[in-house]
């Protein structure tokens, strides 16, 4: 459950991204919305500077929110780096010491769903967040989160002539998440290999156009992180500003040196050669298998005794797994460095002991391993 945490905080983000994103406008109607939700307790704030940050908590959580201060000027300094930019004015950092707490929050005008990791309010740009029971993701979210204070405040440099709401969220937030996260993120390797297995890895235009379909925090973090490879994080920042100036599809010619396209096709040929040889795409399986009850009762045993039913068993497995750089080979060989089906066959003797256990003896031979030979398993289980 832990694993997919982070995305349904992410999404949770994300709609929290769109609604900040027109609040300017809509700021009435976010206080209507946050009228409705209720709020328990009251929190006394206390307030700890940092060369960068004005960073908010209560009481109880003072060394947590020490922690976080520090956590956060590491941002600093290396986004500050990524984005060629500091910042004019001390940002707000508001912690919350856990999830319920946060969920009550007032600070913001809106309503936090469960699972929203933090939220970046774009007017008053203020960094808002929940600390969780890992010092790791507390870092992740801080660094997320820190990467929209950055782009807001580029945006905020010349708001009129910065397009902050055309830029694609998978964009926004794959820059968050390649920036906070890196480029090895499990989570998001798992959906890549998903893509290229069904051969479906998209465009940067259907990455925009459709974002039902391709989730732009992990293949935005996905594209990011090929961008920041390829070209150096502090391109993602040029990037950004020529993005937010001029549309992306220009500053990828213009900073890049590739169209869209190119480079989309370029991250697919990556992809490809990254996760290409670990996939399997298919496999078949077969096997047979021969029941012979040798003791039992006078009606299913070869020999009655029904003292201690035995059930003597033949099988054969086979299996192969190929993908589409490497078809199988249909060839019965011992050895070999193509993907051949593989086969085992064995022996297994079941004894009932007493009615409730199961005590199993088996002998298999693997055909393609020669320097196994026969291994045998003895194994107890409960029931027949
Ligand atoms: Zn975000």
């Not at 990467?147 to 937030?173: C, M, S, T």
């Not at 051949?340 to 199961?358: D, E, K, W």
């Given at each position: 459950?832990?694993?997919?945490?982070p995305?349904v905080r992410l999404v949770a983000c994300l709609t929290a991204l769109v609604v900040l994103l027109v609040a300017g406008?809509a700021t009435?109607?976010a206080?209507?919305f946050g009228?409705?939700k209720?709020?328990?307790?009251?929190?006394?704030?206390?307030?700890?500077?940092?060369?960068?940050?004005?960073?908010y908590?209560?009481?109880?959580?003072?060394?947590?929110?020490?922690?976080a201060?520090?956590?956060a000027?590491?941002?600093?300094?290396?986004?500050?780096?990524?984005?060629?930019?500091?910042?004019?004015?001390?940002t707000p950092i508001i912690l919350y010491?856990d999830d319920?707490d946060f969920q009550q929050t007032n600070v913001i005008g809106g309503f936090i769903g469960e699972g929203t990791g933090g939220v970046t309010e774009g007017g008053r740009q203020r960094l808002i967040m929940p600390l969780t029971?890992?010092?790791?993701?507390t870092?992740r979210i801080l660094g997320h989160e820190m990467v929209h204070v950055f782009q807001y405040?580029?945006?905020?440099?010349?708001?009129?002539?910065?397009?902050?709401?055309?830029?694609?969220l998978?964009?926004i937030e794959?820059?968050a998440?390649?920036?906070s996260?890196?480029?090895?993120?499990?989570?998001?390797?798992?959906?890549?290999?998903?893509?290229?297995?069904?051969?479906?890895?998209?465009?940067?235009?259907?990455?925009?156009?459709?974002?039902?379909?391709?989730?732009?925090y992990?293949?935005?973090?996905?594209?990011?992180?090929?961008?920041?490879?390829?070209?150096?994080?502090?391109?993602?920042?040029?990037?950004?500003?020529?993005?937010?100036?001029?549309?992306?599809?220009?500053?990828?010619?213009?900073?890049?040196?590739?169209?869209?396209?190119?480079?989309?096709?370029?991250?697919?040929?990556?992809?490809?050669?990254?996760?290409?040889?670990?996939?399997?795409?298919?496999?078949?399986?077969?096997?047979?298998?021969?029941?012979?009850?040798?003791?039992?009762?006078?009606?299913?045993?070869?020999?009655?005794?029904?003292?201690?039913?035995?059930?003597?068993?033949?099988?054969?497995?086979?299996?192969?797994?190929?993908?589409?750089?490497?078809?199988?080979?249909?060839?019965?060989?011992?050895?070999?460095?193509?993907?051949?089906?593989?086969?085992?066959?064995?022996?297994?003797?079941?004894?009932?002991?007493?009615?409730?256990?199961?005590?199993?003896?088996?002998?298999?031979?693997?055909?393609?391993?020669?320097?196994?030979?026969?291994?045998?398993?003895?194994?107890?289980?409960?029931?027949?």
């Amino acid at each position: 459950m832990l694993r997919s945490r982070p995305s349904v905080r992410l999404v949770a983000c994300l709609t929290a991204l769109v609604v900040l994103l027109v609040a300017g406008l809509a700021t009435a109607q976010a206080q209507n919305f946050g009228r409705n939700k209720v709020v328990y307790d009251d929190f006394d704030f206390e307030r700890l500077q940092t060369e960068h940050f004005d960073v908010y908590y209560y009481p109880p959580m003072e060394p947590a929110a020490q922690d976080a201060a520090r956590m956060a000027e590491r941002w600093y300094t290396r986004l500050s780096q990524v984005f060629q930019h500091e910042f004019t004015d001390r940002t707000p950092i508001i912690l919350y010491a856990d999830d319920t707490d946060f969920q009550q929050t007032n600070v913001i005008g809106g309503f936090i769903g469960e699972g929203t990791g933090g939220v970046t309010e774009g007017g008053r740009q203020r960094l808002i967040m929940p600390l969780t029971g890992s010092y790791d993701e507390t870092d992740r979210i801080l660094g997320h989160e820190m990467v929209h204070v950055f782009q807001y405040d580029l945006w905020k440099e010349n708001p009129r002539a910065f397009q902050l709401g055309a830029l694609p969220l998978w964009f926004i937030e794959g820059t968050a998440e390649y920036l906070s996260q890196g480029r090895t993120d499990p989570h998001t390797a798992m959906w890549m290999r998903d893509a290229l297995r069904n051969e479906d890895v998209p465009t940067t235009r259907q990455l925009t156009r459709e974002q039902n379909r391709y989730f732009p925090y992990r293949y935005g973090q996905a594209l990011m992180a090929y961008i920041g490879g390829n070209w150096g994080d502090q391109t993602l920042g040029i990037l950004y500003r020529r993005a937010g100036y001029a549309g992306l599809e220009t500053a990828f010619q213009e900073v890049l040196g590739v169209t869209g396209d190119e480079l989309s096709t370029a991250w697919a040929e990556a992809l490809r050669s990254a996760y290409g040889s670990q996939m399997t795409d298919r496999t078949a399986l077969g096997s047979v298998e021969v029941r012979v009850p040798v003791l039992g009762s006078r009606e299913f045993g070869l020999v009655s005794f029904p003292y201690l039913p035995t059930e003597l068993v033949a099988f054969a497995d086979g299996g192969v797994a190929w993908s589409s750089d490497a078809p199988p080979v249909f060839e019965f060989t011992r050895e070999s460095e193509e993907r051949i089906p593989v086969f085992s066959t064995g022996l297994s003797a079941r004894v009932n002991v007493l009615g409730f256990l199961v005590v199993e003896l088996m002998g298999v031979y693997p055909f393609q391993r020669p320097d196994k030979g026969w291994h045998f398993d003895f194994q107890i289980s409960p029931g027949w």
